[in-house]
């Protein structure tokens, strides 16, 4: 694929803009830049991992003899 250098100039002229509308947003709202990503895992996917990692251990020293 041919890459023009007007449209190399293009993508990082929206990158800049998007950077920058981004850090205005920041500068804006400081409280939303404290907020961190959180993940709950529910109680049967937890349930589930270990029932996986248990069965795969089993397996894997089944195999091993």
């Known amino acids: 694929m ?4 007007f449209q190399i ?3 990082t ?3 800049h803009r ?3 509308s981004k850090d ?3 500068e804006a709202k400081p409280e939303t830049a404290e907020l961190k ?3 709950n ?6 349930r589930q991992n270990i029932l996986e990692g248990t069965q795969s251990a089993v397996l ?3 195999k091993a003899k």
């Not at 041919?2 to 250098?5: A, E, G, N, S």
């Open 2 to 5: 041919v890459k023009f250098p």
């Open 9 to 11: 100039g293009e993508v």
């Open 13 to 15: 002229s929206l990158h």
């Open 18 to 20: 998007v950077l920058k």
């Open 24 to 26: 205005l947003s920041v």
């Open 37 to 39: 990503d959180m993940i």
């Open 41 to 46: 895992v529910s109680v049967a996917a937890k």
């Open 60 to 62: 894997n020293h089944i």
